[in-house]
């Protein structure tokens, strides 16, 4: 009786102890999983004639939309344009952006300066989420500056039809990458200041 109190005693141990393993492993993998992501971006300027899921779309909407902001004000807007026409007109007016040519859909992150007045920060958070997660789901993308560029962000006040105090940042060509990228090494150690210069 007693042998048996102990042999059952010992099997939940060992059955706490698997869950307790398991649950740390799948930790260590998600965290490396967000390292290697961070690290496999890249700017991808070129893609296929592919369209997106739109499951994969919303994704990157939400991965936006997670992103940390000041006071968490939140006064990111976000305009997907997936009009050939539209993605036409506007490579032919950026030339920083020509590579709005060959992507399939475009997500242009906006800010709401009655929110915040400093937008821009916040959006940028938004807009590093949006290339993180689009390399994670096996997309390309590129930042395209239009912010702080008066003429750029006309360009897009012109196609898009948005209000007075909305500001675009940038816009986001994303696709299928025509070709695989490898990502540029940018450690430098040199950079490294600790407790004083
Ligand atoms: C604020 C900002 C503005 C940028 N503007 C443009 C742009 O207008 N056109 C472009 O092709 N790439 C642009 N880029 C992408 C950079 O050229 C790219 O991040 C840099 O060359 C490093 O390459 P990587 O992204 O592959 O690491 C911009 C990036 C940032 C952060």
């Known amino acids: 009786m007693k042998s048996s109190f102990l042999m059952l005693g010992l099997a939940i141990l060992m059955i706490l102890a698997t869950i307790y393993s398991f649950g740390r492993t799948n930790k260590n993998k998600h965290e490396q999983n967000t390292i290697e ?34 006071k968490n004000l939140q006064p990111w807007e976000f305009i997907v ?10 490579a032919n007016e950026l030339p ?3 590579w709005l040519k060959e992507s399939p859909i475009a997500i242009i992150v906006c800010g709401d300066s009655l929110k915040s007045f400093y937008w821009y920060l916040d959006c940028a958070a938004s807009a590093q989420n949006i290339l993180l997660a689009a390399e994670s789901l096996g997309l390309g993308a590129v930042w395209t500056a239009t912010y702080p560029y008066e003429e750029r962000m006309d360009v897009v006040k012109k196609y898009i039809d948005i209000p007075e105090n909305i500001s675009s940042l940038c816009i986001i060509p994303v696709g299928y990458p025509s070709s695989p990228l490898q990502s540029k090494d940018k450690w430098d150690p040199t950079k490294v200041h600790r407790n004083s210069w």
């Open 37 to 70: 992501t961070i690290f496999a971006r890249k700017s991808v300027r070129s893609f296929l004639p592919q369209p997106i899921e739109e499951e994969k779309i919303e994704l990157l909407l939400k991965a936006g939309m997670a992103a940390p902001s000041g």
């Open 81 to 90: 344009v997936d009009d050939r026409a539209t993605l036409d007109s506007m």
């Open 96 to 98: 920083y952006a020509r």
